[in-house]
Nanobody, 116 residues
Framework: QVQLAESGGGQVQAGGSLRLSCAPS????????MAWFRQPPGKEREFVAA????????KYADSVKGRFTISRDNAKNTVYLQMNSLKPEDTAVYYC?????????WGQGTQVIVSS
C-alpha cells in the first residue's frame, strides 16, 4: 500500500523555523510534481507550495511566499518544506501529496503550532 508520511512538525514561537519532510513508502514519486497543503483549525485544507518532478519549477501560495521553501531530493525520495519567519496564522496540520492531489494518498499530516 502506498503511503505518504509527513514529519517535522512541532510547536515554535512566532519568528521561528521548522523543516517538514515527506517520505513516501511503497513506491517512488520522483516522476510526479509534489505539493504541500495545510488545514488550519476549523478551516478547509489549502494549497501551500508545489515543486515539479525535477525541481526546476516551484509555486507558492501568496501567504507563504518569501518565507517557505519547497525542495526535493529524488535520491532520497523525499520532499521538504523549509518554513521560516513563522506566524501564528501558519498553525495547521500540514500534508504532502502529488499535484494535483490524489485522494487516497492523504496521510495523517504533521501538526505545526506557532505561538505568539
Amino acid at each position: 500500500q502506498v503511503q505518504l508520511a509527513e514529519s517535522g512538525g512541532g510547536q515554535v514561537q512566532a519568528g521561528g523555523s521548522l523543516r517538514l519532510s515527506c517520505a513516501p513508502s511503497g513506491r517512488t514519486f520522483n516522476d510526479y510534481a509534489m505539493a504541500w497543503f495545510r488545514q488550519p483549525p476549523g478551516k478547509e485544507r489549502e494549497f501551500v507550495a508545489a515543486i515539479s518532478y525535477n525541481a526546476d519549477m516551484t509555486k507558492y501560495a501568496d501567504s507563504v511566499k518569501g518565507r517557505f521553501t519547497i525542495s526535493r531530493d529524488n535520491a532520497k525520495n523525499t520532499v521538504y518544506l523549509q518554513m521560516n519567519s513563522l506566524k501564528p496564522e501558519d498553525t495547521a496540520v500540514y500534508y504532502c501529496n502529488t499535484r494535483p492531489p490524489v485522494f487516497n494518498l492523504w496521510g495523517q499530516g504533521t501538526q505545526v503550532i506557532v505561538s505568539s
